[in-house]
């Protein structure tokens, strides 16, 4: 049985359909409930930072996938990211299951060149603190060989269904409804973005293939590319012209202001005012994986939003 731990969200979505279309019998967890209707699909309620729920809901779990995303606050993730993989270590050793954690790029902080699988963790940010303290204990414990575990980390991403990353908000929906795109920080910097699809195919992968467990993945993702090539690649697909408004540190601290999501982003920013190249190679290598174009991608997303909006 294959577990998705904070299931519902994009990134768990896209992994539940590959292991559906592989006849896996799947069970969702999370607080609100998901609505997927497929044979050997069930779901259980549970919280995240409530050990015995989780254990209740992963009994019998041969892959426990740990997908969840909190709330874009450093503070609640100070409170509560360490009880959660500490909950989902614990289950791990209970249940004998191999664990997969689902996690982003915040713990290397600034790095000049790309980001691979051995980048040191040297956070820039509170919330970079956070994950390497997370991604330190889980490592820990595989290297003690307590448990089976893997990081999967993908950078930004894209392709969502439900509309909440960077590149789809500002950029492709806007172009969908014929507006001028919106950047963060400078367009003439490199930006790595991984297509949601193929990180749920590569989770997918890992979960079938236990001879990756204990090391760190980085997600299919295709070379890095300028801000000002995605919104013309993304102007050209969606047939407007190629017009943007790049928001500078300033301006995305005074919408924070109004928005504590917003302003989460803020000590981000570094991310966005240099390049940002992320190296998915190991992967792709390990598993002859072809990662989608961003052409494909986007032209994928275009469809995907036009059918939406008809």
């Known amino acids: 049985m294959h577990t998705i731990l904070g299931a519902g969200g994009p990134l768990a979505n896209a992994l539940t359909q590959e292991l559906i279309n592989n006849n896996d019998t799947v069970r969702l967890v999370s607080r609100k409930p998901v609505q997927i209707e497929a044979p050997n699909v069930t779901w259980q309620k549970a919280d995240l930072l409530n050990y015995d729920e989780i254990l209740q809901a992963s009994l019998g779990s041969t892959v426990i996938y740990l997908c969840a995303g909190l709330v874009y606050d450093k503070e609640i993730w100070r409170q509560q990211w360490p009880v959660i993989i500490q909950n989902v270590i614990n289950v791990a050793k209970t249940t004998n299951a191999r664990l997969i954690f689902f996690d982003n790029v915040y713990s290397y902080g600034l790095v000049n060149g790309a980001m691979t699988e051995d980048t040191p963790y040297h956070p820039s940010s509170v919330k970079g603190e956070i994950r390497a303290g997370v991604a330190n204990t889980l490592m820990a414990e595989v290297k003690a060989g307590n448990i089976r575990a893997s990081i999967a980390r993908g950078a930004d991403f894209y392709g969502t269904n439900s509309m909440n990353a960077f590149f789809d908000m500002m950029v492709l929906e806007r172009f969908s409804k014929k507006l001028s795109a919106q950047w963060i920080g400078k367009a003439q910097t490199l930006h ?7 990180a749920g195919k590569a989770m997918f992968l890992l979960g079938q293939h236990p001879e990756s467990d204990n090391q760190i993945w980085h997600m299919p993702t295709a070379p890095a590319i300028t801000g000002r090539q995605f919104i013309e690649l993304a102007a050209s697909i969606y047939k407007v012209k190629p017009k943007f408004f790049a928001v500078n540190k300033f301006l995305l601290w005074a919408y924070g202001l109004l928005s ?17 190249i992320f190296d998915s190679s190991k992967f792709e290598k390990a598993f002859n994986f072809k990662t989608t174009s961003y052409e494909d991608g986007i032209r994928e997303m275009s469809q995907t939003l036009y059918k939406a909006s008809v």
């Open 192 to 198: 790595s973005f991984t297509y949601i699809p193929d």
């Open 260 to 276: 504590k999501t917003v302003m989460g982003t803020v000590e981000m920013y570094y991310q966005y005012d240099h390049d940002y």
